[in-house]
């Protein structure tokens, strides 16, 4: 079932009540004069997209292509053709084949390709679709008296984008959808071969300011609508990156060389619960996301000096490290 959570008149935080472990939120716009626009509006059950284009649908825009967020995009395709798809360029062509995502996200290179295309074609039952509208990040449109500013935040993925949702005559109070800036328990995720940590430290602090010096009422992809300003909750995404640095320096050692066996699947990001059912292409998807985050940190202290690599991917802490 799903639940229409209000955040202002006519726009709605929409997820469903369902205990599938793979599914986000999306935002329903109420537009009565040319048709509802919807953003991720995803992870539902079939039947559950079928009562969302009950009424007509304008526009459908993708905040960027991760799998929770886009594999069930092709109802939309196909219970209704005219309705406009938009999605981030160059994440628009992951829609429409999905090999350049495999390709660009590093399952490939990394030899579980196969593994992903069959966790999203056999298990999710993704399907590519045939017609996507790609748009710069950043691009504003209007529909009515609707105002939907597009804001790049990459890192995350490469085009991963927010939303501010605003309404021309100033009347109504501004939201601003973050996507997967990160606002869960787990804090910024950048799992993929393309994401990188620096953008994702960037686009936090572009979003904090977005949001300290205007009035906005906040809700992401994985997390609740928040109403009151809360001024520590980027700075607290930035503390949560960098308690993972340090937690990967505790486990590392100076005199014995550890490597990723050592810090994969220990607790640094997918908890022993979570990755406890987690069996066959699931799992191996899993060790794959957690080997790309610890190495983007890893990364990051051998440039600080705080590592050094003792042989392929063996490191030491470097003790004479004076930075």
Same mark, same amino acid.
């Given at each position: 079932?799903?639940?229409?959570?209000? #955040?202002?008149? /006519?726009?709605?935080? #929409?997820?469903? =009540? $369902?205990?599938?472990?793979?599914?986000?939120?999306?935002?329903?716009?109420?537009?009565?004069?040319?048709?509802?626009?919807?953003?991720?509006?995803?992870?539902?059950?079939?039947?559950?997209?079928?009562?969302?284009?009950?009424?007509?649908?304008?526009?459908?825009?993708?905040?960027? *292509?991760?799998?929770?967020?886009?594999? %069930?995009?092709?109802?939309?395709?196909?219970?209704?053709?005219?309705?406009?798809?938009?999605?981030?360029?160059?994440? %628009?062509?992951?829609?429409? =084949?999905?090999?350049?995502? #495999?390709?660009?996200?590093? !399952?490939?290179?990394?030899?579980? /390709?196969?593994?992903?295309?069959?966790?999203?074609?056999?298990?999710?039952?993704?399907?590519?679709?045939?017609? *996507?509208?790609?748009?710069?990040? /950043?691009?504003?449109?209007?529909?009515? &008296?609707?105002?939907?500013? !597009?804001?790049?935040?990459?890192?995350? $993925?490469?085009?991963?984008?927010?939303?501010?949702?605003?309404?021309?005559?100033?009347?109504?109070?501004? +939201?601003?959808? *973050?996507?997967?800036?990160?606002? !869960?328990?787990?804090?910024?995720?950048?799992?993929?071969?393309?994401?990188?940590?620096?953008?994702?430290?960037? @686009?936090?602090?572009?979003?904090?300011?977005?949001?300290? %010096?205007?009035?906005?009422?906040?809700?992401?992809?994985? /997390?609740? *609508?928040?109403?009151?300003?809360? $001024?520590?909750?980027?700075?607290?995404?930035?503390?949560?990156? =960098?308690? @993972?640095?340090?937690?990967?320096?505790?486990?590392?050692?100076?005199?014995?060389?550890?490597?990723?066996? =050592?810090?994969?699947?220990?607790?640094?990001?997918? @908890?022993?619960?979570?990755?406890?059912?987690?069996?066959?292409?699931?799992?191996?998807?899993?060790?794959?996301?957690?080997?790309?985050?610890?190495?983007?940190? +890893?990364?990051?202290?051998?440039?600080?000096?705080?590592?050094?690599?003792?042989?392929?991917?063996?490191?030491?802490?470097?003790? &004479?490290?004076?930075?």
């Amino acid at each position: 079932m799903l639940i229409y959570e209000k #955040v202002i008149d /006519g726009i709605f935080l #929409v997820y469903s =009540d $369902s205990q599938f472990w793979f599914k986000c939120n999306g935002i329903l716009i109420k537009n009565k004069n040319s048709g509802n626009i919807l953003i991720d509006c995803n992870c539902f059950y079939k039947n559950e997209i079928k009562e969302l284009i009950n009424d007509k649908i304008e526009a459908y825009f993708v905040s960027h *292509v991760h799998l929770d967020h886009v594999y %069930n995009l092709h109802f939309y395709e196909e219970f209704d053709p005219k309705i406009k798809i938009y999605c981030p360029i160059p994440e %628009n062509n992951y829609l429409r =084949d999905f090999n350049n995502f #495999v390709e660009d996200n590093g !399952t490939f290179d990394y030899g579980i /390709g196969d593994n992903f295309k069959k966790f999203a074609f056999d298990e999710l039952k993704f399907k590519e679709l045939k017609y *996507v509208i790609g748009f710069n990040s /950043g691009t504003e449109f209007k529909f009515n &008296n609707l105002i939907l500013k !597009t804001i790049p935040i990459p890192g995350h $993925s490469p085009a991963h984008t927010a939303f501010s949702i605003e309404d021309s005559s100033g009347n109504k109070k501004k +939201i601003l959808f *973050v996507a997967d800036i990160g606002l !869960t328990k787990m804090g910024p995720w950048y799992g993929f071969k393309y994401s990188n940590l620096n953008n994702v430290r960037d @686009s936090i602090k572009k979003i904090e300011k977005i949001y300290l %010096n205007d009035d906005y009422i906040i809700t992401s992809g994985h /997390g609740p *609508v928040i109403f009151e300003k809360q $001024s520590n909750i980027f700075r607290d995404l930035l503390r949560k990156m =960098d308690e @993972s640095e340090n937690k990967i320096l505790n486990m590392l050692d100076p005199d014995t060389p550890k490597g990723l066996d =050592d810090l994969i699947f220990k607790g640094l990001f997918f @908890s022993e619960n979570y990755i406890k059912p987690m069996k066959g292409d699931r799992e191996n998807i899993l060790y794959f996301f957690e080997n790309n985050m610890i190495l983007s940190h +890893i990364k990051e202290l051998m440039e600080k000096k705080k590592l050094i690599e003792v042989s392929k991917n063996q490191w030491i802490i470097n003790n &004479n490290n004076s930075i």
